[in-house]
Every structure is written in structure tokens, then in C-alpha cells.
């Protein structure tokens, strides 16, 4: 029998959490991108133990295997954590899968964000050198436990997966499949040994971000075939994930997947990845139907183009795989207007598409970063469609962790960039907006207890950088990033000063603080920072608006966070709400405001008592609107409203993914005006239901499922108005019903 150390009187827990194994690497040369290496242990059992879990991670991706069998359904599994500060470690109930005898315990090893190339700056290596395995197996016999892990008795080899990175795509041959790896009897006497391989421990934690996982499969559309013999896939939708093929040919034949978001001229546009290659390759066994599908790569796409496909590729042998982080969906939303259900449809597809471990700005292109910016804008709108603790719980953490150790919080978050971040209006202050934003949602006052050390150190860092007159005016800021009028290649050179954003941005969040260590009973910083908060908005009227309220710029943006972030005094509101009607007038009621902005124009709007203009905005469909990508036959949200011009060409500015969440923000206002629900105590234990018609709509309906149940409000114009709403018990409403003379219903 080999030897098992043997853990006596240990409880469960303990077990689990004593995750002394060591890291192991192969002890052969690897490079990054290159082949992944194979691990396997046999080890024997006298009996099969009562319970067994197998605890599993690595520096890169882990596929675990147990006798043959591919253990738990998660991929790209460890996710993407701040790994150095957190390296998060899946336990998986194995029980079923051991026997009497001889067992193998294995895994694959990919490059993922750990080794591969990740960021626009080219670098791979992030976090080490060379992929590393953890495993441990525990054993729990009732009266004894005992536990196989990671260690010399392992032994390694490079097999079928000669390439692999989330950028380029996996290169996979079948013909070097080591047949039986994973099983007992394979013949591994050409495996190597492997190594230790120094890693800190300490890092190890429980899984806590939603497992990434194969979430729903999409059949092509359209398959065209090339005179050449190239086949073009249209999956209809843009999507995350990848490609599975079933086939069968002569051994030796490649196949080559390409992948882009859009077509131009009928073949693939790949300017969209930049130099994400996007591409995989599956070289044939010859042995039969052969079925597969990259382990250790997604891609951002709508079309897949094959080549070298023996004969004719039937519809049935080609199925795109949705790849993401499996959170529960817990916001829905329909009106009468199909244009604007598609806009809804596009930023559900973007939230799907940007969740994969972590939330980021894109994921087709060589970028796919954790963005706290694009978070921060679209938090709210993401915590009303989804579940996200687990996954925004666990990217504050790290957000927290790496923020300590820098003294900054990253423009990026697990941080990869090779220069400091200096703080920043919407990226930076994200560490102080999405605990509140989730705090709204959820009323779970832990979300900002654990957040709290790292908004305040936020806010303090910026305070230090006020100067006498209580104003945020120097060093980088993103300002109203993507402003459609900005210099296609200077984008955060936008109409509004970026100072002013700052400094609006800055008033917005001291406020939040502020009410969350009020919420916390933190009495002396509340002080603090609502003395703060008053003193940063006093300065932001002195320094940039009118006695009458008019806001220097005279921009929609500028007005639209003065409004929303209840920076004027009240005599001003209404001169900032009639010219912020003029602004978006002006502009034709296309958009004319960048990330900064845009999320708070049709609430300003709104506030101000302007829902008609809010409408004209919303419901516009020239370029560049909320609908005119939709009438361009967008499937997701894109980075610029124009990404895709209206002849059809790529906007030349290079910022033009095509599936990026950020401006899906604007599911904001259509939840809380057209919809009608918005919280006033967080939690929704007690709501607002203020459904506000307008835009030509007849219809809405709108489905939450809050932390205390299930809410609906529908609403439908025929000669009259009728509302319909049911709210959870123990939950308090009030309703107002539009156009009702008396308004308030309670
Ligand atoms: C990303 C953005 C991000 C921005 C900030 C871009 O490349 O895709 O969404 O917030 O950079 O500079």
C-alpha cells in the first residue's frame, strides 16, 4: 500500500483547513503558452472510506481527475483571485468515484491568468514561472481520516494539450492522448518526476467566487460555407466561451477554429481582439467520433470559422459552450417595445459574457481585465440581475488585499499593470461605491464591515490630495472616459473637465461613507466624513457652478452629477435640470456623455421633472443612442455606443469591443422608472413602486428577487392605467401610481 499520513482525531473542519500539501511541478521544461503538463498518483485503498473530498488547486488552471473520470463540473478553476493574496481551492465530494485497490488521482495543468499572457501590456508570468498542482484528498473512514496529496509520489508528462492560453486558444492533438492516465495499470515509466515548488500556503482559501462552469450550449445560426471550403458559424448572439466539435476523419487532420465578434465583407473581423489570437486547433485520433471542446481558454465571440474540417460540417456537430461564473439570475424586465427588450436582452448578455471569475471591461480582446471602473458604473444594475456576492465579494477582497499592500487601489483588480494606479474618480473610489451599491441590494451591513478599512483608506488618500479650498484638481484622472466628442485616440479627453468629474465623483462618495459608518455606528468617522462631504461639495459649488446653478462646461455630464450627487444647493436644482434639458436637446437627444456620466443623465433628468426629455433620450435611435446599436443588430453592449458606425465600419478609436458592460448601466433607470421598483431602506425592506410610463410604451413588467422574496410590478396602458404589484411579507411598499392626481398611495 503507499503511504498515506494518517490524520487521527482531526474533526472535518480541521482536515479540510490542515492544507499542508506541498505544491509540485513537473521537473521537465515548460513554456508559457506551451504544452500542459499531466499529473497522476496511483495510491491504494484497503477499503473505500465513508465520505472522500478532493481539495484542489494550482498555480494556472486545474481539470482534477479521479479513476478515469473528470472530477466536478467547474472550468477554469481556480478562477481568477489576487492569487499571492488568495489562492482559492475547490472541494469536491469524491466518494462515489474511489474503489478497493488501486486509484488514481490526477489533474491537468493549464497556463490560465496565473502564467499566460494577460493585459494589454504583453506580459506573461504574472504570478509565477511555472504551473504548480495542490491536491489533497481526504479520507474519512469514521473512525480515522487519512489524506493523499500533492507530493514527490506524483509523477508528470506533457499529453494532448500542446498549447493553451485565455487569449490565443488551446492547440490540442489527439493523437497524444495518454489513454488511461487517470487510471490505475496505465504504464506512466516515461513520466518524470516532479518537484516541490515554492509556494505560501497561506494564500490557500475556501472557494468563495461562484464557480465558473459550462452554463448553456447555443446551436449555430447559419453555417456558410467558403468556396475554399472554409466554414463561417453565426451563433446569432455574442457570447463567452467556446467552441465543441464532434467529428471524425483521418488521423493527423487539423482542425482550425477562428473566432471574432463580427463580420465584415462576410469574413471574420478579428480587429476587435487586438492581438488576442483566438484561436484553436484539434488535431484528429482518426479513431472514430471524436468530440471536443478547449479546456483552458474562452473566447469572445459570435462567429467561428473552420478550416480543414474533413467533408461537410453539419449543424449538429458544432455547439457554442457559454462559459461563466454560475450565479443565480434575480432581476427581469419587459415592456412593449421590442428595441428596447433587445437593449435589456444586451446588457444581460454583457453582464454573462464579463463574469468569468472576475468582473471585467471585456472578453474577446487582449485586455479582459478586472476594470474597477466599468464595475463601479455598472455595480448596481449587475446586483439587481444577479447574485453577486459571491463573485464581488470575492473581488473586494482582493480589491482590499492588494489595496493594503500597494497603498492604492489598482486600476485593475487582480492588478497586472506594471505602474501604480494614482486614485481615481470612478476606477479608484469603486473600492467605496460597490460595497455600497451591494449593501443597497442586499442590506447586508457585513458587505461594508469587511469593505470598511478599505473605503475609508480610499477616501483618506484622496483627502490628503485636497488642496486648501477643499477641491481634487490634480493628478490623472480617467474623467468622463469615452465621451463620444472626445479625440478618437485621447478618449478620457472629454467636454467635461476631468477635475470637475473628480471632484462630483469625490462629494458621491464621501456621502456614502459617511452613511455606512453611520450604518456601522462608527460616530466619530460619520462626523468626520459628513463634515467632509460637505466641506468637497461647498467647494465643487464655488469652484464650478453659478449663483443660479448653471455648472461650468455646461455639460450633460456636469449636470447630471451635480444633480444625482446632490451637490447644489435646492434653489439651484432647477436651473441645473432646465439646462441640462437644453444640453441633451442640443445634442439631438444622441448621447454626448462618456462613462461617467451617462448612468446618471436620465436619472438627473428624471429628478429634475424632466421624464419626457428622459424619454426623447432614451427611445432615440440615431448614432450615437441607447438604441441605435440595437438598430444596428447589436447582441450585447458596446464599449462605445458608435463602436460599429452607420456604414458599418469599426469606429477608428481601437476602443471598440463589442460586448463590454460598463454603459448597461443605463438597466439602472429602466428598472427603478419604467419598471418601477427601487429600494428605500436597503434590502427592499422597504420599496418604492413608482412605475413612470412614457416613450410610447403600453407595457412593462418587471420580476426582482430580493433578499426577502419575490417582487413584481407590471404595469399596462389601455384606456386606462393599470399597476399591478405583489411584494414579500414582512416587506413595506409605497406605491405611487402614475399620472394619479393624488400621486402617494401608501
Ligand atoms: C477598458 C475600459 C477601462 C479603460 C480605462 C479600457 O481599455 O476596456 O473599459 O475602464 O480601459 O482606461
Not at 478547449?294 to 473552420?306: K, L, M, N, Q
Not at 480543414?308 to 439570475?329: L, N
Not at 450604518?519 to 468637497?536: C, G, I, P, W, Y
Not at 436644482?573 to 432646465?578: K, L, R
Request: hydrophobic share 40%.
Amino acid at each position: 500500500m503507499t503511504t498515506h499520513s494518517a490524520i487521527p482525531d482531526a474533526d472535518a473542519d480541521a482536515v479540510s483547513r490542515d492544507w499542508s500539501a506541498a505544491f509540485i511541478t513537473p521537473s521537465f521544461d515548460l513554456e508559457a503558452g506551451g504544452p500542459a503538463p499531466y499529473f497522476r498518483r496511483e495510491f491504494s485503498l484497503d477499503e473505500v472510506p465513508r465520505r472522500a473530498a478532493l481539495h484542489v488547486t494550482a498555480i494556472g488552471l486545474v481539470e482534477p481527475h479521479l479513476n478515469g473520470a473528470r472530477v466536478g463540473d467547474e472550468v477554469l478553476a481556480p478562477g481568477w483571485t489576487s492569487y499571492r493574496h488568495r489562492l482559492q481551492v475547490s472541494s469536491i465530494e469524491v466518494t462515489e468515484l474511489l474503489r478497493p485497490g488501486a486509484n488514481v488521482v490526477g489533474a491537468i495543468v493549464g497556463d490560465g491568468w496565473a502564467l499566460g499572457r494577460i493585459g494589454y501590456e504583453g506580459n506573461s508570468h504574472h504570478y509565477a514561472q511555472r504551473p504548480a498542482l495542490w491536491l489533497q484528498l481526504d479520507l474519512d473512514y469514521g473512525d480515522r481520516r487519512e489524506v493523499i496529496t500533492s507530493g514527490p509520489e506524483f509523477t508528470a508528462a506533457a499529453g494532448a494539450v500542446l498549447a493553451n492560453s485565455l487569449y490565443d486558444g488551446e492547440t490540442y492533438d489527439a493523437r497524444l492522448h495518454p489513454h488511461g492516465w487517470s487510471e490505475p495499470g496505465f504504464d506512466a515509466s516515461a513520466w518524470s518526476p516532479v518537484a516541490e515548488f515554492d509556494w505560501d500556503r497561506s494564500s490557500l482559501v475556501p472557494t468563495t467566487d461562484s464557480p465558473i462552469r459550462r452554463v448553456e450550449e447555443v446551436a449555430p445560426k447559419e453555417l456558410m460555407t467558403r468556396p475554399d471550403g472554409r466554414v463561417i458559424i453565426d451563433f446569432g448572439q455574442i457570447l463567452t466561451g467556446r467552441v465543441r466539435i464532434t467529428v471524425s476523419g483521418q488521423a493527423g487532420t487539423e482542425i482550425t477554429l477562428r473566432h471574432a465578434e463580427l463580420l465584415t465583407d462576410d469574413e471574420l473581423d478579428t480587429s476587435t481582439l487586438r492581438t488576442a489570437a483566438a484561436t484553436d486547433r484539434y488535431i484528429l485520433a482518426g479513431d472514430g467520433i471524436e468530440t471536443w471542446e478547449p479546456r483552458f481558454t474562452f473566447h469572445g465571440f459570435r462567429y467561428a470559422e473552420i478550416t480543414g474540417w474533413p467533408g461537410t460540417v453539419a449543424t449538429e456537430q458544432v455547439r457554442a459552450v457559454i462559459v461563466h461564473s454560475d450565479m443565480r439570475r434575480t432581476g427581469w424586465l419587459e415592456t412593449s417595445d421590442a428595441r428596447l427588450n433587445q437593449l435589456y436582452v444586451n446588457v444581460v448578455h454583457s453582464m454573462r459574457g464579463n463574469f468569468v471569475g472576475v468582473p471585467t471591461d471585456c472578453p474577446q480582446r487582449d485586455e479582459r481585465l478586472g476594470w474597477t471602473g466599468d464595475i463601479n458604473a455598472f455595480g448596481p444594475v449587475a446586483a439587481f440581475l444577479y447574485d453577486v456576492r459571491a463573485v464581488l465579494g470575492s473581488w473586494l477582497e482582493d480589491l482590499a488585499a492588494e489595496q493594503a499592500e500597494k497603498g492604492f487601489v489598482p486600476f485593475v483588480v487582480p492588478d497586472v499593470l506594471t505602474s501604480p494606479s494614482p486614485p481615481t474618480a470612478l476606477w479608484g473610489d469603486v473600492a467605496v461605491s460597490l460595497p455600497w451599491a451591494l449593501y443597497r441590494e442586499y442590506g447586508d451591513e457585513a458587505i461594508l464591515r469587511r469593505s470598511y478599512p478599505s473605503m475609508t483608506a480610499f477616501v483618506r488618500q484622496v483627502e490628503a490630495l485636497l488642496d486648501e479650498n477643499g477641491l481634487w484638481n490634480t493628478g490623472f484622472q480617467y474623467g468622463d472616459w469615452l465621451d463620444p466628442d472626445a479625440p478618437a485616440e485621447r478618449p478620457s479627453e472629454a467636454k467635461t473637465d476631468r477635475h470637475l468629474v473628480a471632484q462630483a465623483y469625490f462629494c458621491k462618495v464621501t456621502s456614502e461613507l459617511a452613511e455606512t459608518a453611520r450604518v456601522l455606528e462608527m460616530t466619530e468617522d460619520a462626523q468626520h466624513f459628513d463634515a467632509l462631504a460637505q466641506r468637497v461639495r461647498a467647494a465643487f459649488r464655488h469652484e464650478y457652478v453659478t449663483g443660479s446653478g448653471r455648472v461650468v462646461d455646461d455639460t450633460a455630464t456636469a449636470y447630471a452629477l451635480a444633480i444625482m450627487f446632490d451637490i447644489l444647493e435646492p434653489e439651484q436644482v432647477p436651473m441645473a435640470g432646465e439646462r441640462l434639458a437644453t444640453a441633451v436637446a442640443r445634442s439631438g437627444y444622441r448621447i454626448s456623455t462618456g462613462f461617467a456620466g451617462t448612468p446618471h443623465v436620465l436619472p438627473a433628468l428624471t429628478k429634475t421633472g424632466r421624464l419626457e426629455e428622459a424619454y426623447l433620450l432614451l427611445m432615440e435611435t440615431g448614432c450615437p443612442s441607447f438604441l441605435y446599436p440595437v438598430t444596428m443588430g447589436a447582441t450585447t453592449i458596446w464599449e462605445r455606443w458608435d463602436a460599429i458606425r452607420p456604414d458599418g465600419s469599426l469606429n477608428p478609436s481601437g476602443m471598440t469591443s463589442l460586448n463590454h458592460y460598463a454603459y448597461g448601466a443605463v438597466a439602472d433607470w429602466l428598472h427603478h422608472v419604467v419598471g418601477g421598483l427601487e429600494p428605500v431602506e436597503p434590502g427592499y425592506r422597504r420599496m418604492r413602486i413608482a412605475p413612470r410610463p412614457g416613450g410610447g410604451l403600453t407595457h412593462a413588467a418587471l420580476t426582482h428577487e430580493t433578499v426577502h422574496g419575490t417582487v413584481t410590478v407590471s404595469w399596462r396602458i389601455d384606456n386606462d392605467i393599470h399597476v399591478e404589484a405583489t411584494i414579500p411579507e414582512g416587506t413595506r411598499a409605497q406605491v405611487e401610481l402614475p399620472l394619479h392626481p393624488d400621486d402617494l398611495i401608501t
